[in-house]
């Protein structure tokens, strides 16, 4: 089979060029053993890629063994060290497919000057083994969508003999059209192939997926030459994974008909992440049209939807409807949904109704100082913040709060009153926003005494944003430079990094951010016995979740999940996060988001997709920031691929990781071991 190519390498190429070795190895059965976590080498390896031993691994680019050049390849993927790619380069002709395509998937990864065209003279025209050459190429084009220029994005896209059998190259072509879009480099030709491979229903659903993504993800193209056909296939495509990526992207047109198209899908969906997706697509459209349908969807039966409901009438909600909101909250609502409806109260009655401000205040206070779910306190204190005016009596009912999730949202509900078109009225002239702003600074500074690592958190988030302008109040900031100095590194180390900025901003330094000084050892004995059939089992309140552990992919992470679960450590904890339709996330020892522990671990990113739900990854807050915090994902989520480690995957159990709520609990996690 020949692949027409010739339009996608333009003038970089000459047509027919195929690499010969530079690497004096050979395929020989006899030499290319493979590899297992409890070989030397491969823990070598690892520990090179670990340590972040560069020369250590490029020694081993010329080794006889196939499976130990492609893991020293798969290394340099995770690692992402600038400027390393050029030491890659000789593997992408080598003579392995496998060896090569993991040097292509690394070299998408560290990006830099002359790998774009590297990738692109190294794409193979001719294909003699049928599928086997193109799984080298189906990564060289999406890597070349991570790193390219518009040029070579539309050559991709005009490329048009691919058929339904060549399903590599077609997924490889589609991977690349998107991966531009995540970095916002678009071009009409791509939307169009997308549009094409979306709606060609005899493609695998991992080609279309990639393309209904597309349409939800890139975020400034014009669907509206599409807007029907993306309706249809929200309307009857079998796979609730295109269903509810067209559902998200039909946000991005205003039309009428596709107003009506969405409301009646909403009333017929049976998958819950759809009707969260066609929620979000609703608020682009005309409030008036499409209210009611909204509000008949906060009593879903499933949290979810209800929440996303809810959630709506505060961010589209108006000043006519809030008597309607305040009957809604005669309802015995979950606190989920119920603060959701106070917020829109509050965003939306005119500051001038002071005593109905001041009743619908008192109430929420009440279910404040009533409810034991510390998730609960913390939703009702931002509704509150929606009072801009009553911002004093809001800090000195949660000032001397213990929990810590409640602290940390003391300081985001600050955030998001000052942030409120409402503000602007409530304190209309230069004096009044000095003063009010000035009052919040006191407290903050106050409060930071405390060195609590979420407010510390969330007070440099606070500060650090320009458009509130906090630089210039004549307020001495110098409680951040002690507030920072208390902070412990690498457990705190989000934390002190959002105080850098904040500092920067405010007293105009150049302090550099910190990355963790205290990478965890990968301990092997840990894995001993451990296998990629390896499971482990997450026991929540609501049921048990069932994972198979991915060792071979992300040892360190493993072994660490493996270690803290035989420690207990996430007996009790909770979900702290849950986005609806994207994640679970839990295993935080603060309960907010914020915690961590006294090490972090290495991202491992070798070439691995959120290309299905029930992924489960690592939090981070950066490259190899990553502790003790996880997240099970609810559907694909592909815009993650590369940057967070995927070390489990759930094989049973899905349905309760689509229950969970903020605030469940993990009861324990058991590691089945032979």
Request: charged share 20%.
């Amino acid at each position: 089979m020949y692949v027409r190519f010739a339009t996608f390498i333009g003038f970089l190429i000459v047509l027919g060029i195929i690499f010969q070795s530079c690497v004096p190895a050979s395929d020989s059965k006899a030499k290319d053993q493979l590899l297992s976590l409890a070989d030397p080498i491969t823990q070598s390896i690892h520990e090179y890629q670990n340590k972040q031993q560069v020369d250590s691994l490029m020694a081993l680019f010329t080794d006889e063994n196939k499976f130990i050049r492609q893991a020293a390849a798969e290394a340099f993927g995770s690692m992402k060290i600038k400027g390393s790619g050029r030491k890659l380069k000789s593997l992408l002709k080598d003579q392995s497919l496998d060896v090569k395509s993991s040097a292509a998937y690394a070299l998408g990864q560290i990006g830099g000057p002359s790998i774009e065209n590297t990738l692109v003279q190294s794409f193979i025209q001719k294909d003699s083994t049928v599928n086997l050459n193109n799984i080298f190429n189906k990564t060289i084009l999406e890597s070349i969508g991570k790193i390219g220029t518009i040029e070579h994005l539309q050559n991709i896209a005009k490329v048009s003999s691919y058929t339904k059998e060549d399903d590599l190259l077609l997924n490889g072509q589609a991977s690349a059209i998107y991966r531009y879009a995540l970095r916002d480099i678009y071009d009409e030709s791509g939307t169009a192939k997308m549009m094409e491979l979306l709606s060609n229903s005899e493609l695998g659903d991992d080609v279309r997926i990639i393309a209904a993504n597309y349409f939800y993800r890139a975020k400034d193209i014009n669907i509206d030459p599409y807007k029907f056909q993306i309706a249809k296939q929200m309307q009857n495509d079998p796979s609730a994974d295109i269903r509810m990526a067209c559902a998200a992207s039909l946000a991005k047109t205003k039309d009428s008909e596709i107003e009506t198209i969405l409301m009646n899908q909403l009333k017929s969906e049976s998958d819950y992440r759809v009707k969260c997706n066609i929620i979000r697509a609703l608020s682009n459209y005309n409030y008036e049209n499409v209210s009611k349908a909204i509000s008949r969807s906060i009593k879903d039966q499933n949290i979810h939807v209800a929440q996303l409901a809810s959630e709506y009438l505060y961010l589209n909600g108006n000043a006519r409807d809030v008597n309607e909101y305040r009957d809604l909250t005669a309802n015995n609502y979950p606190w989920q949904v119920q603060s959701n409806i106070y917020k829109a109260i509050l965003r939306h009655v005119p500051n001038r109704y002071v005593n109905t401000r001041n009743i619908v205040f008192e109430e929420i206070k009440e279910l404040y100082n009533n409810t034991k779910s510390p998730y609960a306190k913390a939703a009702y204190l931002k509704s509150m913040s929606e009072d801009v005016l009553n911002y004093k009596a809001i800090y000195n009912l949660a000032k001397d709060s213990d929990l810590p999730v409640v602290k940390t949202s003391l300081v985001e509900g600050f955030q998001s009153a000052l942030e409120s078109p409402k503000w602007g009225y409530a304190y209309n002239t230069a004096g009044k926003n000095r003063f009010a702003k000035g009052e919040i600074a006191s407290f903050i500074s106050e409060i930071s005494a405390d060195g609590d690592a979420g407010q510390l958190a969330a007070i440099g988030q606070l500060l650090s944003k320009e458009e509130l302008n906090f630089k210039s109040l004549r307020f001495d900031y110098e409680f951040l430079n002690s507030a920072i100095n208390k902070l412990k590194l690498p457990e705190e180390l989000e934390s002190f990094n959002f105080l850098v900025d904040a500092i920067n901003y405010l007293q105009d330094t150049t302090m550099s951010r910190v990355s963790s000084t205290n990478i965890l050892d990968i301990n092997w004995s840990l894995l001993e016995g451990i296998s990629d059939s390896t499971s482990a089992t997450i026991r929540t309140n609501r049921g048990d979740v069932l994972l198979v552990l991915k060792p071979s992919k992300a040892p360190g992470t493993v072994a660490n999940f493996i270690r803290l679960a035989q420690e207990n450590f996430y007996d009790e904890k909770v979900f702290h996060r849950v986005v609806p339709n994207f994640i679970a996330q839990g295993g935080c020892p603060r309960g907010d988001g914020y915690g961590s522990l006294d090490y972090t671990i290495r991202t491992e990113v070798p070439y691995d997709s959120y290309n299905t739900a029930g992924k489960v990854g690592m939090a981070s807050a950066g490259n190899h920031t990553e502790s003790c915090q996880f997240f099970i994902t609810h559907s694909p989520t592909m815009h993650l691929d590369g940057n967070y480690t995927i070390f489990a995957e759930v094989i049973e159990g899905i349905e309760i990781v689509h229950k969970l709520e903020v605030g469940d609990r993990i009861n324990d996690v058991i590691i089945h071991t032979l």
